[in-house]
């Protein structure tokens, strides 16, 4: 299936690795012009060298922090006018709320809420005039199944969740939709780093933590991060106009429940 993006602008967040730079990829392979961001330059530049290089599209490589107003600029001085945007941004780390400061609230609002919202506002009218615009936001299977170490999660994503289910029913009148990607366990390099964390802590090898991981989820098997990149760009295709305010789950049947 041609997904109808040839020669469409996306402006891709937190995608020099991961999940971010599957949806980036997987936009390219369909011939949009990709604008990718991360803060790291190095491992940005040899992002966007792989996907020029897998693709033949061009491909923007943008080293900024997503999530400040400064790096947000940048971003967007780069690709004025998305039609396809992607936000990502990284997590925020786990803990006990008793001891996180409005600090660290703020900075996961920042991350995780106000920054998606910051880049929805700046790119929708034109989207709107232009008659296409595809808005995906990565959040988390944590918005539907909350994980208590990761309350700065829950909230902060849910807070978005819940802006978008009301934004998204009045942008799609004129072919633009907003949705979230919610992963359930997929191969990154946060993922390894967390259950590397989780083998320390246990005292068990790597091998026997993620096997712990791995036995929750019906897939047998985690996720790999090229499934979710094609998700996404096909919710960014032209054939997927009539979806808008959606949480697509994507975790392996992980989720028990039957909605
Ligand atoms: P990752 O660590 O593999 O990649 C994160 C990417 O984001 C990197 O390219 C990094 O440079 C970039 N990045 C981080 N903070 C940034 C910032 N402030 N500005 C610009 N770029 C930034 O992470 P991932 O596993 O791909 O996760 C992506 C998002 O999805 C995270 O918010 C994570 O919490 C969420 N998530 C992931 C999973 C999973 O299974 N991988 C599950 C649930 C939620």
Redesign the pocket.
């Known amino acids: 299936m041609e997904l109808g993006i040839k020669g469409r602008q996306a402006l891709v967040?937190?995608?020099?690795?991961?999940?971010?730079?599957a949806c980036a990829l997987a936009l390219a392979q369909e011939g949009a012009t990709v604008t990718i961001?991360?803060?790291?330059r190095e491992?940005?530049e040899a992002t966007a060298a792989a996907i020029r290089a897998e693709t033949g599209v061009q491909v923007q490589a943008v080293a900024?922090?997503?999530?400040t107003p400064e790096?947000r600029s940048v971003a967007l001085a780069a690709c004025p006018q998305p039609d396809i945007l992607v936000n990502?941004?990284?997590?925020p780390p786990p803990g006990d709320f008793r001891d996180w400061s409005r600090d660290d609230w703020l900075k996961a609002l920042d991350?995780?809420m106000l920054t998606p919202i910051e880049l929805i506002k700046a790119t929708l009218d034109g989207m709107i005039q232009r008659k296409f615009g595809r808005i995906v936001n990565?959040?988390?299977?944590?918005v539907k199944a909350p994980i208590d170490v990761l309350g700065l999660?829950n909230g902060a994503r849910s807070g978005l969740t819940g802006f978008v289910a009301g934004l998204a029913r009045k942008t799609v009148k004129h072919n633009v939709t907003i949705n979230n990607l919610?992963?359930?366990?997929?191969?990154?390099?946060?993922?390894q780093s967390v259950v590397g964390g989780a083998a320390k802590a246990k005292g068990v090898s790597y091998e026997t933590a993620l096997a712990e991981r791995v036995a929750a989820i019906p897939a047998g098997r985690?996720?790999d991060?090229a499934e979710f990149g094609i998700a996404c760009a096909w919710l960014c295709s032209s054939q997927a106009g009539f979806i808008t305010g959606q949480n697509w789950l994507l975790d392996g049947g992980a989720f028990p429940g039957t909605f």
């Open positions: 967040c937190a995608a020099s690795k991961g999940l971010g730079r961001v991360a803060r790291g491992a940005l900024a922090d997503i999530t790096g990502n941004a990284g997590g991350a995780n990565i959040t988390s299977g944590a999660s919610l992963p359930g366990f997929f191969d990154t390099d946060r993922i985690i996720g991060p």
